[in-house]
């Protein structure tokens, strides 16, 4: 029986799905199995990984029913210690579960081991830096705070810690694994692998691109979370809204310029505000977040884009807009 199940959910990954198995199948460590759960794919995406000539790897095909529901069925079909689970277009460095698994074996007590994220377009080019955190032990407070592990494809998780919490909620239509780290977190200890190990590529297409949705999930996410957090924690609920907000913010003004989003950033800009009033942005911070907001919602579409290209002001907003996150 291998030490590791890796689990891999796809629709339709035609275009990464080979690139990410690829990822798994150069690792160092090699002691794992690799469940690859097809969602019901219609493209080519079955035929490619039905291709994949690796012992290792092994293929489960199912109606389309979501990302958390196969995932929840990989698991299914898991016969390891150790759990690991990877979005259909992201990549891992060769040495991810080599680092993760010494670390969980460094440390007994902690049941997930988390590593560095990069941010990558769908060309692979990279965008910018993860969290980058290395906070270990008792996270709880830190992950009420916001999703530090910054994606689904990231943790090394053991079997028993994922079998007592559950799993991955499949009501939820985002957020879901900032959902299944808060359940993990409240139980169980984590350990950090201060490494880029992730790269974490962002689609216009992907789950987090509907920030509305997001908004929704995010909200039940935090809500369940606080109502089963200790009275010591419940001081941190306006802070953890106004840093969702924030990111959404963020979220919306990296997507492509519509007249509806400016007004949308708008809302979540207030949201942020009115809830951590302590720490509004420096000014020219505030300022740069409103001028965007601004062109976005008053300009054309078109006028809009080619004014943020060319402005020297404009043009690096996501980098000020992730400052303002982490603050």
Wanted: proline share 5%; with cysteine.
């Amino acid at each position: 029986m291998p030490l590791i199940s890796v689990i891999v959910p796809v629709f339709n990954g035609e275009k990464t799905i080979l690139v990410t198995i690829e990822s798994v199948l150069k690792q160092t460590f090699t002691d794992f199995e690799v469940i690859i759960v097809n969602d019901g794919s219609q493209d080519a995406t079955l035929d490619i990984v039905s291709c994949i000539q690796d012992p290792r790897s092994k293929v489960f095909s199912y109606p389309n029913s979501g990302a958390n529901v196969s995932r929840n069925r990989g698991f299914y079909h898991a016969n390891s210690e150790f759990i690991a689970f990877l979005d259909a277009d992201d990549i891992w460095t060769t040495d991810k579960l080599e680092a993760q698994f010494r670390a969980l074996q460094d440390n007994p007590q902690a049941a997930v081991a988390y590593s560095w994220c990069d941010f990558v377009d769908e060309s692979g080019k990279f965008l910018h830096r993860g969290s980058y955190s290395t906070v270990t032990g008792n996270v709880c407070e830190k992950l009420l705070l916001g999703d530090f592990l910054d994606n689904g494809s990231n943790p090394l998780i053991r079997r028993q810690a994922f079998s007592e919490v559950g799993g991955f909620d499949e009501s939820l239509p985002a957020a879901q694994d900032w959902d299944l780290y808060l359940r993990l977190a409240a139980r169980y200890n984590f350990v950090a692998v201060p490494s880029t190990q992730i790269l974490y590529r962002v689609s216009a297409n992907s789950i987090s691109s509907n920030v509305y949705r997001l908004e929704s999930a995010c909200l039940q996410v935090l809500e369940r979370a606080f109502t089963q957090a200790p009275e010591s924690l419940q001081h941190l609920k306006p802070y953890s809204l106004a840093n969702l907000y924030k990111y959404l913010t963020y979220k919306v003004l990296e997507a492509p310029t519509e007249r509806h989003k400016g007004f949308t950033a708008a809302r979540f800009l207030w949201e942020a505000l009115r809830n951590d009033r302590d720490r509004i942005p420096e000014p020219r911070i505030l300022l740069k977040i409103l001028i965007k907001i601004a062109v976005v919602a008053l300009l054309p579409p078109q006028k809009a884009q080619t004014l943020i290209n060319r402005s020297n002001t404009l043009r690096p907003i996501h980098n000020v807009l992730l400052s303002y996150i982490r603050v």
